[in-house]
């Protein structure tokens, strides 16, 4: 008997018969047992994901042995206008309760975003002890700990790859592929709106806005951006790869965030001069390795910020609205995962691999196969940003006469802080003109400390920019 009432669409067991497959017409083969799939969400990603079992159901059959029936979608209206793929009237319901309560519906695809009701949603499932796939990383990022202690409790399971990364399947390279693995360090481009409005800055000779503007006549940026550009969707990704990489839940206020905003033109030539490309990088370093003690707990840096990459490195190439994630692992080495890390059909992609997956741990009746997250490092840490080491880009408008640079330098010196390079292209007596240092390696309190006083000095004309430098040692 199969779990949650999955049936078996064959009358002959044993007997090689034709089995309907889906969407996608009929599949030859021995017995075909099918799932129930419930959808709350019939947008973007729920359209894609629908359009795509209509393509691609019988070839996911075909290589599942289980047929994936989607016999219900609820969505927040049945005419919208943003609804680019027509979904038939008969599957769509306006209750989110009928799908999740639907005795008939096996797993629940939860893509309606936001944190409420998809938090109530997805934990309505998950007492019922129904699978749940999710896309919503802002909810993952904020009642993570919650939804996947409800999940071992109530013996589901919760499947998330595409809430990061769009198509790249780094969650489950984390879980599954790199389990032997302790996960160094992880550095992310996850953000394919930032990256597209660098890459335009960088080969376009444009300002920020300018390409900003472009993003959202292109469809890569909202008509209100901050969530992008100001990085806390990169923060909502970040948090979840690095509480799978490290054992321990990150919450979002332990994050270092910064964004985009204030980059400018000048600021990519000057670090393209320097050898560098400027990215909105999120970082996940485990700050006491190699030098860990085998009981002791991973402290770990976890950041958003614009960062400069040197020009050699493979994350530098990277461009337009692709995402990019390296791991290091102590097992494996330096890898590499690259591709569209949003939108319809990637995301969708991601879908359709977990949906494979909880097709197939309710066909061998498994609950909890592999929990959707294992706290197992007790006493791992996020470290505070200011106790982080880096090296720092730093631009500053001053006024360009004798002396300038010596109290400067001199309030650098006394923070402890070492120059290790200088650009001040020539100007004229008296006008403003931009400073570029390049420094070693300082905490960013002491780097804090020392701008605040720097900015405060008379010929100091606007707020000091700082970025970090990685050098992906």
């Known amino acids: 008997m199969w779990p949650f009432g999955i049936e078996d669409l064959c009358v002959g067991r044993g007997k090689k018969e034709l089995c309907r497959a889906g969407f996608g017409g009929m599949v030859s083969g021995p017995c075909m047992q099918q799932i129930n799939l419930g959808m709350i969400g019939g947008g973007t990603v729920g359209g894609g994901v629908y359009w795509h079992l209509q393509r691609n159901g019988g070839l996911m059959a075909s290589r599942l042995g289980i047929r994936i029936n989607l ?76 939804l996947f202690a409800a999940a071992q409790r109530y013996r589901a399971n919760l499947y998330y790859e595409a ?22 360090h992880l550095y992310g481009i996850v953000n394919g709106t930032c990256n597209y409005i660098l890459t335009r800055m960088k080969q ?7 390409a900003l503007r472009e993003a959202q006549r292109q469809g890569y940026a909202e008509a209100e951006p901050s969530l992008d550009i100001d990085g806390h969707d990169s923060m909502h990704k970040v948090g979840i790869l690095a509480s799978l990489a490290h054992g321990f839940w990150v919450r979002p206020e332990e994050i270092f965030v910064e964004g985009i905003r204030h980059v400018t033109r000048a600021d990519i030539v000057f670090a393209d001069r320097l050898g560098y490309t400027i990215k909105l990088l999120g970082t996940i370093k485990q700050l006491n390795w190699p030098r860990r003690k085998a009981d002791e707990p991973p402290r770990v ?32 080495g330096d890898t590499l995962f690259y591709g ?44 505070p940003m200011d106790q982080v080491v880096s090296r720092y880009y730093v631009r500053l408008s001053v006024v360009d006469r004798p002396g300038v640079f010596a109290k400067v330098a001199g309030i650098l010196a006394a923070n402890r802080i070492g120059i290790s390079s200088i650009i001040q292209p020539e100007g004229h007596e008296g006008q403003t003109v931009p400073v570029i240092l390049m420094i070693h390696d300082a905490p960013n309190a002491a780097m804090r400390k020392a701008l605040a006083r720097i900015a405060r000095l008379p010929v100091v004309k606007a707020p000091p920019v700082l970025m970090r430098v990685e050098d992906f040692d």
């Open 163 to 184: 809430s990061v990364a769009g198509g790249i399947p780094i969650i489950k390279v984390l879980r599954e592929a790199f389990v032997g693995n302790r996960v160094t």
């Open 204 to 210: 376009d000779a444009v300002e920020f806005d300018v």
């Open 71 to 146: 016999v219900k979608i609820a969505v927040k209206a049945y005419d919208e206008p943003q609804r680019r793929v027509p979904i038939p009237r008969s599957l769509l319901t306006l209750d989110w309760k009928s799908v999740v309560l639907d005795p008939k519906v096996n797993v629940v695809v939860e893509l309606a975003g936001g944190i409420e009701p998809a938090r109530e949603m997805i934990l309505t499932a998950l007492r019922m002890g129904k699978p749940v796939i999710t896309a919503n990383k802002a909810l993952l990022s904020a009642h993570g700990e919650e």
């Open 340 to 383: 569209r890390g949003a939108g319809q059909d990637a995301t969708a992609s991601a879908v359709l691999s977990d949906i494979a997956d909880a097709a197939l741990d309710l066909k061998h009746g498994l609950t909890n196969r592999l929990p959707p997250f294992v706290p197992h490092a007790q006493g791992g840490a996020v470290v």
């Open 301 to 332: 840096q976890v950041s958003v910020c614009p960062t400069l990459i040197p020009n050699g490195h493979v994350l530098a190439s990277v461009q337009g609205v692709f995402n990019a994630i390296f791991v290091r692992g102590d097992v494996v």
